[in-house]
T-cell receptor, first 110, second 117 residues
């Protein structure tokens, strides 16, 4: 049973559009919420992360929105580019032990 | 530059064989992890280690064991490989931050795609 539920499974967005991926969790002991980006043939790499005392974090075109009361967080990719085509994983951490979402495959069409 | 390497990118083994997957990190990290990645299931933690000779079970340890004799090396062992262990295996490491709270950023290797026939 996955402790972090991620949706959608896949996403197709046009170049310049906004990609939105959502995650939900139950365990209130989680205290760190990263997003990982994975290209084919590579291991996941940390993209952006947030702690629950902050409602939003922005780094370039990537923004995490965090809703502590709803136990939900989301990744927004603004002005999506073909180079953003990858699989994205959300995760939640408690004392160094991660639980990952199932992943979202994002395809950005030219 | 941070680097986690895994001994093989692709591996094909027969049912019942003993399989060793090796992971080496050059960042002097205390924490090391083994995950398996399956479509629709994301990454699931098999085992992790906070220090040399220390290990803890993750969420799916059955059928696996690990060894950490040196700080930089963490091995995953499939005692008797089975077809349901066909998967992508990912190793990761992270540093320990003094103050009692483990560091949260993990660095991943490129993965080993294991096929058990």
């Amino acid at each position: 049973q996955q402790q972090v539920k991620q949706s959608p499974q896949s996403l197709i967005v046009q170049k310049g559009g906004i990609s939105i991926i959502n995650c939900a969790y139950e365990n209130t002991a989680f205290d760190y919420f990263p997003w990982y980006q994975q290209f084919p043939g590579k291991g996941p790499a940390l993209l952006i992360a947030i702690r629950p005392d902050v409602s939003e974090k922005k780094e370039g075109r990537f923004t995490i929105s965090f809703n502590k009361s709803a136990k939900q967080f989301s990744l927004h990719i603004m002005d999506s580019q073909p180079g953003d085509s990858a699989t994205y994983f959300c995760a939640a951490n408690s004392w160094g032990k991660f639980q990952f979402g199932a992943g979202t495959q994002v395809v950005v069409t030219p | 530059d941070v680097k986690v390497t895994q001994s093989s990118r692709y591996l094909v083994k027969r049912t019942g064989e003993k399989v060793f997957l090796e992971c080496v990190q050059d960042m002097d990290h205390e924490n090391m992890f083994w995950y398996r990645q399956d479509p629709g299931l994301g990454l699931r933690l098999i085992y992790f280690s906070y220090d040399v000779k220390m290990k803890e079970k993750g969420d799916i340890p059955e059928g696996y064991s690990v060894s950490r004799e040196k700080k930089e090396r963490f091995s995953l062992i499939l005692e008797s490989a089975s077809t349901n262990q066909t998967s992508m295996y990912l190793c990761a490491s992270s540093p320990y931050i003094p103050g009692g709270s483990p560091s949260y950023e993990q660095y991943f290797g490129p993965g080993t795609r294991l096929t058990v026939t």
